[in-house]
Structures are given as structure tokens and as C-alpha cells.
């Protein structure tokens, strides 16, 4: 092979590894970017309640409406919704990324690719299925967000597959204009985009709590009943359905199952 081939080759290769190096380092960018909306919405929007023992656990007693957890966060949702009147409330979870606004669009395309500006945005938002009633009234809210590489959205949902990881983190909080929740999370597992984990109920019925059981069989993880209660999966609950990207077949999700207790402000 000639000198001439050679410095042709090493020139490509050269171009080709310059070309996929950008296009790493735009990526990141775009990501950091599109972390940046959420990120200036938490410091703007929210604030952090100090509390003594405050750890998302403390204090809970599996019964709807008593006192005794402390709320981690106070969000201004006045103030958010003259950003966007799309906002139906506040997910977080302690030592996790998920701690974003929910929004809820006329169908479940608009806040697929937009943040909560309304702009165009490969990681979207947080969303609730767009046919559930407002103020997650209904029995089981279904809440959408994407599988993003950076961890950023939903990424992490499938870490509570492993039990060391529930048990560390069985609660998430789901804060409202109108009513702060815990969520007591009970099930968590792969299912495909189809299945009939992703049908909803207006309200209780035999069908409800059929479902509630099917979601606990096939759980990866064992629920504590100490912290959900005993009635934990009886059909006059309301319950939220949180789904992401899986990437174990086509179309596969990932989602965990939780029961709403109130929680006094």
C-alpha cells in the first residue's frame, strides 16, 4: 500500500472518528440543555421543606388523610401555572432525578417531544394520560414519561426491580394544587405497550381489584404491607400507574404501581 492510500485512510478514519465525536459532545449538550428547563423550574418553583427525620418514610402509617409523614417540598403551583396552565402537579422521589412537574395535554402526542415551555424537546415531559380525569381523581392514573440515556425523566423506574433498591426507596410524593399524596409504591415490572396494565377506572369495581392483584403477582419486587397498610389494595383506593421505555423486547415498559394516601399540608 502506498504513502499516499495510507495518509487517504488514516485522513478518513481521521474525519469519521472527528464526525462521531461531535456528534457525542452535541448530544451531551442537547441533554444538558434540555436538563437545564427542569432543573431552573425545581430552584424556581419549588422549594425544599426542612423537616427533623424527613427521609420520604418517616411518619407513614398506610391510612388515608393521617398525619405523621412529612411533605419534602413545597411547590408554588400559582406561580407555575402562569408558565404553562397545563401543570396538574409535582412528582419527586428523595435520591432519585424524577423530581418534575406533571403536565396533561388534550392527547398523549403534545408533551411527548415538549417541555413544560411548550417548546420542542427530545426528552418531553412528565405527562398524565390524557383521558384520566383531572385532580387524579380517578381509580388508577396512568403518568408517562420517556427512558432517557442521560438517567434524566423516567430512566430510573426500572432500578426498583431490584429489592435492595425498593426497600430504600418505597415512596415517592405526588403534590398537588388541591391535595399532597404519598405514593406507596407496591408493584414494579416489564409489560409489554399493549397489555392491560395501561387500562383505566373511573372508579371501583371488581374489575379494579382484580387488576390491583395481577399488578402484585407480578411484581419484581415484595412489597412492605408495614408501610402500605393492610387495605392497601382494596378498590375504594386510587392508585397511579408510572410507565417509561423498556428495552427488553419491542415496545416493552417498565412500570411501577403505587397507592395515593393523602397527606395533610
Known amino acids: 500500500m502506498s504513502r499516499k ?60 388523610g393521617m398525619a405523621g409523614p412529612d411533605i419534602p417540598l413545597k411547590v408554588d403551583f400559582e406561580k407555575l401555572r402562569e408558565t404553562n396552565s397545563d401543570v396538574v402537579g409535582w412528582i419527586y422521589c428523595q435520591d432519585t432525578a424524577i423530581n418534575y412537574p406533571i403536565l396533561q395535554g388534550s392527547d398523549n402526542d403534545y408533551y411527548l417531544r415538549r417541555n413544560l415551555n411548550q417548546e420542542h424537546q427530545t426528552a418531553g415531559s412528565i405527562f398524565m394520560e390524557s383521558t384520566n380525569h383531572p385532580g387524579f381523581a380517578d381509580s388508577n392514573t396512568i403518568i408517562y414519561g ?34 399532597d399524596y404519598q405514593i406507596l409504591l407496591f408493584a414494579g415490572y ?43 389494595l382494596d378498590p375504594d383506593g386510587r392508585y397511579v400507574v408510572l410507565s417509561t421505555c423498556a428495552y427488553n423486547f419491542k415496545d416493552a415498559r417498565y412500570v411501577l404501581h403505587g397507592k395515593l394516601v393523602p397527606v395533610e399540608k
Open 146 to 179: 420517556h427512558h432517557m440515556k442521560n438517567g434524566s425523566m423516567f430512566a430510573c423506574l426500572d432500578e426498583w426491580a431490584d429489592q435492595a433498591f425498593y426497600e430504600t426507596h418505597p415512596v415517592m410524593w405526588l403534590l398537588t394544587p388541591e391535595q
Open 5 to 64: 492510500i495510507r495518509l487517504i485512510i488514516m485522513a478518513l478514519l481521521l474525519a469519521v472518528f472527528c464526525a462521531a465525536g461531535g456528534v457525542i459532545l452535541y448530544t451531551q449538550y442537547k441533554y444538558e440543555k434540555e436538563d437545564k428547563v427542569y432543573e431552573q423550574a425545581a430552584e424556581e418553583f419549588t422549594h425544599r421543606v426542612e423537616n427533623t427525620g424527613a427521609t420520604g418514610t418517616s411518619g407513614t402509617t398506610g391510612e388515608a
Open 190 to 232: 416489564t409489560t409489554p405497550a399493549t397489555s392491560d396494565t395501561y387500562i383505566t377506572f373511573d372508579g371501583p369495581c371488581q374489575e379494579l381489584e382484580e387488576y390491583l392483584d395481577r399488578c402484585l403477582k407480578q411484581s419484581d419486587f415484595q412489597a412492605d404491607f408495614d408501610i402500605l397498610g393492610e387495605t392497601a
